[in-house]
């Protein structure tokens, strides 16, 4: 059902939205009829092009955070969508905007998170326009969707097109809305009364349930892996699992889906504690629910053990055997296999313990994290073992947190020391492999979740490359804990290349007083050498939590982190 645009509400609003909203311009017509159609949250640096669209949505009653600098809004929006289940926008200026924004609408593109970028473009006139570049084609170089909007009368359908894509599809989706249509009056067009009905998940086939459950029930060592894809449906793999006598583990993206499971291994992976890595490799069968079974989360194979059955439920035929090899590909949504499955088990009368006995829940409770690994203190008088630091703070800490982690080599610390509620407790960023995006990260997840206590874990290096954006921190009141890996270095080059130390000077820095400059932007800062120093956090947790806390953290060296040989081997 439709009505005409004069008539259009938008749907989520606060009281001074509840009017009906009369669209004066193409511009206004796109941003209600975003706000209609149920985007969550739209993040953006505003100039000339985007400016009336940006405050349409806000008229709607769209949440808007200000960022300092379009590559943090793209991040922002990226971790928003993916911690909120809603779509986030992005808005940008034509030209110099989008492409400030364009690294993290690449790894928004990369992993699949339904996002859309409004971003005003040159008139088609404005051919000697200083703005003027081809911005379908930047958008389709990073992987995400090119769309825009093409006359007044077309507004509503190109915007719901964009947004149906976005959504049915997972796609990052680029949305151009040139000058001079946005300008464009419009009278009488129509718009949806009502939110679009949410995808049809997609059933696996009888065949391929009936095959997985006959490799489920002919297997002594079962191991589900979940990802990406497998967020929505932890409680029915689990439920499959605890039936099936499977142990559980997940990607770094999916990391807590299992939290509360006895039977959960961790994230499998670079990051996977040595218990958690033998036994995954020693698993009879590997079920990856939503999860590629990439170099990462399966170490380049070894962590498939040369007789296991492999197999994977995804969504997408492409998807199926795309990085490995694989005994069968179950084409289907992961909570409408699990549970497909499961029944046809049970319709059999099949029920087993498999590995799901009481030694080996010990087993796992002792070993699978490494915070109850042994390892040796590294600390000194002027720096701190990264190992402890972490330790230390997962204890310090609220366990109703909300993880976000930069790229580096710090990175496998917080993403294994520091526990997790569950699968909305944890975001990474790291599909494109950027460092930087930590921060801009945390704000998006901050926005996310308002009822968890935001938690950021970088390198000095990503850091200090995003560091614009603790001033939106501040402004924005978000009580986020930013901890700082601080060893003066780009530590994974240091670590990797086995050159002279003149050679080194290149990713080596000044000792930058992090704490210092935190100040500066108006968050509490401490500077951490030793455990004592942490007493400053329990303070901070304490007190009204106003303002951000930065620990400046002076590590001491790991001659390079465990899971940082694994990542090179795929460069």
């Known amino acids: 059902m439709t009505v005409t645009a004069n008539r259009l509400e938008a749907s989520h609003q606060n009281p ?4 009906a909203l009369e669209p004066r311009n193409v511009s206004e017509l796109v941003g209600f009829t975003l706000a209609r159609l149920g985007v969550g949250h739209v993040f953006g640096v505003v100039g000339s092009g985007n400016f009336a669209v940006t405050n349409a949505l806000r008229k709607a009653g769209v949440a808007y955070t200000a960022a300092r600098h379009e590559g943090g809004a793209a991040t922002m929006a990226d971790a928003y969508g993916r911690m909120s289940g809603k779509v986030g926008v992005v808005s940008t200026h034509q030209g110099c905007g989008l ?31 200083n703005f003027k570049i081809d911005q379908d084609g930047l958008a389709k170089s990073v992987g995400a969707v090119a769309e825009r909007v093409h006359s007044p009368k077309t507004a509503v359908a190109d915007t719901v097109r964009a947004y149906r894509k976005a959504v049915n599809e997972r796609r ?61 449906a932890g409680p029915e793999i689990a439920a499959l699992a605890e039936a099936t006598g499977a142990l559980v583990a997940t990607s770094a993206v999916a990391h807590g889906l299992f939290h509360d499971d006895p039977f959960n291994l961790g994230i499998s992976g670079g990051f996977s504690s040595p218990f958690t890595a033998k036994t995954i490799s020693e698993a009879d069968l590997i079920v990856g629910w939503g999860c590629a079974l990439n170099m990462w989360t399966m170490r380049h194979g070894s962590l498939i053990g040369p007789k296991a059955t492999v197999v994977q439920v995804d969504v997408e035929d492409g998807g199926l055997g795309a990085n490995r090899p694989i005994d069968l590909g179950v084409l289907g949504d992961s909570a409408e296999t699990a549970v497909a499955v499961l029944a046809a088990l049970q319709g059999w009368g099949y029920r087993a313990t498999g590995l799901r ?27 701190i073992d990264p190992r402890v630091l972490s330790r230390e703070l997962d204890r310090i800490l609220p366990t109703d947190r909300i993880l976000s982690v930069d790229s580096g080599n710090f990175m496998g610390y917080p993403s294994a020391y520091l526990s997790v509620p569950d699968e909305f407790g944890f ?43 603790l001033e939106t921190v501040v ?70 939590r106003d303002v951000p806390l930065v620990i400046d953290a002076r590590i001491a060296s790991d001659g390079g982190s465990w899971w940082l040989a694994e990542a090179f081997k795929g460069h």
């Open 16 to 19: 001074e939205a509840s009017a």
């Open 99 to 129: 492409t400030n924004a364009i690294t993290g609408i690449g790894e928004a593109a990369k992993s699949r998170t339904p996002m859309i970028v409004v971003t005003a473009d040159t008139a088609a006139s404005a051919v000697g326009s």
């Open 172 to 232: 990052t989706v680029v949305l151009s809305l040139p000058t001079d249509i946005q300008a464009a009056p419009v009278t009488g067009s129509t718009v949806l009364d009502r939110p679009l009905a949410p995808p049809q998940k997609i059933a696996p086939s009888q065949a391929a349930v009936v095959a997985l459950a006959e490799l489920i029930r002919k297997a002594e060592r079962p191991v589900f892996v979940a990802g990406r894809g497998g967020r929505g």
């Open 357 to 383: 006995t009481p030694e080996m829940a010990a087993a796992i409770g002792q070993h699978a994290r490494w915070n109850s690994e042994v390892t040796e203190d590294l600390s000194t008088s002027e720096v």
């Open 427 to 469: 975001c990474f960023t790291q599909a494109f492999q950027s460092i930087g995006l930590g921060l801009y990260t945390a704000i998006g997840a901050a926005k996310a979740r308002p009822d968890r206590l935001p938690v950021l874990g970088a390198g000095d290096g990503g850091f200090l490359m995003a560091i614009s954006e």
């Open 475 to 544: 402004r924005e009141r978000i009580p986020l804990v930013a901890i700082v890996y601080n060893d003066s270095s780009y530590g994974a080059e240091v670590h990797h290349f086995d050159v002279s130390d003149e050679e080194l000077d290149v990713v080596r820095f000044p000792t930058t007083d992090i704490a210092a400059i935190a100040r500066g932007y108006g968050a509490a800062a401490v500077t951490v050498r030793q455990v004592a120093d942490l007493e400053a956090v329990r303070d901070w947790l304490a007190g009204p």
